[in-house]
Nanobody, 125 residues
Protein backbone atom coordinates (compact mmCIF):
# COMPACT_ATOMS: atom_id res chain seq x y z
CA UNK A 1 0.00 0.00 0.00
CA UNK A 2 1.20 3.47 -0.86
CA UNK A 3 0.07 6.55 1.03
CA UNK A 4 0.63 10.27 0.67
CA UNK A 5 0.32 12.16 3.94
CA UNK A 6 0.03 15.94 3.82
CA UNK A 7 0.63 18.47 6.57
CA UNK A 8 1.02 22.20 7.06
CA UNK A 9 -2.29 23.71 6.06
CA UNK A 10 -4.14 26.27 8.14
CA UNK A 11 -5.38 29.81 8.43
CA UNK A 12 -3.10 32.68 7.45
CA UNK A 13 -3.56 36.40 6.86
CA UNK A 14 -3.13 37.91 3.39
CA UNK A 15 0.55 38.43 2.69
CA UNK A 16 1.52 35.62 5.02
CA UNK A 17 3.36 32.36 4.41
CA UNK A 18 2.77 28.66 4.84
CA UNK A 19 4.72 25.50 4.10
CA UNK A 20 2.98 22.32 3.02
CA UNK A 21 4.66 18.93 3.24
CA UNK A 22 3.72 15.64 1.64
CA UNK A 23 5.44 12.40 2.55
CA UNK A 24 5.00 9.18 0.59
CA UNK A 25 5.17 5.89 2.43
CA UNK A 26 4.59 2.20 1.81
CA UNK A 27 6.01 -0.31 -0.62
CA UNK A 28 7.62 2.19 -2.98
CA UNK A 29 10.08 1.27 -5.68
CA UNK A 30 10.45 4.69 -7.33
CA UNK A 31 8.71 8.07 -7.26
CA UNK A 32 8.62 9.99 -10.52
CA UNK A 33 6.85 13.37 -10.69
CA UNK A 34 5.36 14.90 -7.53
CA UNK A 35 3.23 17.96 -7.15
CA UNK A 36 0.42 19.93 -5.60
CA UNK A 37 -3.05 20.64 -6.90
CA UNK A 38 -5.82 22.69 -5.33
CA UNK A 39 -9.56 22.92 -5.45
CA UNK A 40 -11.63 25.86 -4.27
CA UNK A 41 -15.39 25.56 -3.68
CA UNK A 42 -17.23 25.53 -6.99
CA UNK A 43 -14.03 25.22 -9.00
CA UNK A 44 -12.28 22.37 -10.73
CA UNK A 45 -9.08 20.97 -9.31
CA UNK A 46 -6.11 22.81 -10.80
CA UNK A 47 -2.39 22.24 -10.93
CA UNK A 48 -0.37 24.46 -8.61
CA UNK A 49 3.15 23.14 -9.11
CA UNK A 50 4.93 19.96 -10.16
CA UNK A 51 8.49 18.70 -9.87
CA UNK A 52 10.31 15.91 -11.66
CA UNK A 53 12.56 13.47 -9.89
CA UNK A 54 15.50 15.49 -11.19
CA UNK A 55 14.13 18.72 -9.76
CA UNK A 56 12.62 20.44 -12.79
CA UNK A 57 9.65 22.49 -11.67
CA UNK A 58 6.56 23.87 -13.33
CA UNK A 59 4.19 26.41 -11.78
CA UNK A 60 0.74 27.74 -12.51
CA UNK A 61 0.93 31.34 -13.69
CA UNK A 62 -1.10 32.46 -10.68
CA UNK A 63 1.56 31.31 -8.20
CA UNK A 64 4.81 31.97 -10.06
CA UNK A 65 7.29 34.01 -8.00
CA UNK A 66 5.22 33.43 -4.84
CA UNK A 67 5.35 29.64 -4.40
CA UNK A 68 8.41 27.40 -4.40
CA UNK A 69 8.30 23.63 -4.79
CA UNK A 70 11.10 21.33 -3.71
CA UNK A 71 11.58 17.66 -2.92
CA UNK A 72 13.84 15.43 -0.88
CA UNK A 73 14.18 12.11 -2.69
CA UNK A 74 15.88 10.51 0.32
CA UNK A 75 12.73 11.17 2.35
CA UNK A 76 10.17 10.67 -0.44
CA UNK A 77 8.83 14.09 0.50
CA UNK A 78 7.78 17.18 -1.42
CA UNK A 79 7.48 20.68 0.04
CA UNK A 80 5.46 23.66 -1.14
CA UNK A 81 6.58 27.01 0.23
CA UNK A 82 3.83 29.59 -0.20
CA UNK A 83 4.62 33.27 0.26
CA UNK A 84 2.61 36.46 -0.28
CA UNK A 85 -0.59 34.49 0.09
CA UNK A 86 -3.80 35.96 -1.27
CA UNK A 87 -7.45 35.25 -0.45
CA UNK A 88 -7.79 33.61 -3.87
CA UNK A 89 -5.23 31.00 -2.79
CA UNK A 90 -7.84 29.63 -0.39
CA UNK A 91 -8.54 26.02 -1.33
CA UNK A 92 -8.02 22.41 -0.36
CA UNK A 93 -4.52 21.48 -1.46
CA UNK A 94 -3.85 17.94 -2.64
CA UNK A 95 -0.51 16.21 -2.98
CA UNK A 96 0.00 14.08 -6.08
CA UNK A 97 2.72 11.60 -7.00
CA UNK A 98 3.48 9.26 -9.88
CA UNK A 99 4.79 6.11 -8.21
CA UNK A 100 5.90 2.65 -9.14
CA UNK A 101 5.07 0.49 -6.15
CA UNK A 102 6.78 -2.70 -5.13
CA UNK A 103 4.45 -5.70 -5.14
CA UNK A 104 6.98 -8.26 -3.89
CA UNK A 105 10.77 -7.97 -3.40
CA UNK A 106 11.21 -8.86 -7.07
CA UNK A 107 7.96 -7.67 -8.67
CA UNK A 108 6.79 -4.16 -9.36
CA UNK A 109 3.40 -2.70 -10.19
CA UNK A 110 2.86 -0.41 -13.17
CA UNK A 111 3.26 3.29 -12.49
CA UNK A 112 0.18 4.85 -10.94
CA UNK A 113 -0.90 8.27 -9.73
CA UNK A 114 -1.62 8.62 -6.04
CA UNK A 115 -3.37 11.44 -4.18
CA UNK A 116 -3.24 12.67 -0.62
CA UNK A 117 -6.33 13.33 1.46
CA UNK A 118 -6.07 17.10 1.09
CA UNK A 119 -5.23 19.90 3.50
CA UNK A 120 -7.18 23.14 3.86
CA UNK A 121 -5.44 26.46 3.27
CA UNK A 122 -7.46 29.54 4.17
CA UNK A 123 -6.16 33.05 3.51
CA UNK A 124 -8.27 35.59 5.35
CA UNK A 125 -7.98 38.57 7.64
Amino acid sequence: QVQLVESGGGLVQPGGSLRLSCAASGSIFLIYDMGWYRQAPGNQREMVATITRGGITEYADSVKSRFTLSRDNSKDTVYLYMDSLRPEDTAVYYCNADIRARNTPTEYNPRAVYWGQGTQVTVSS
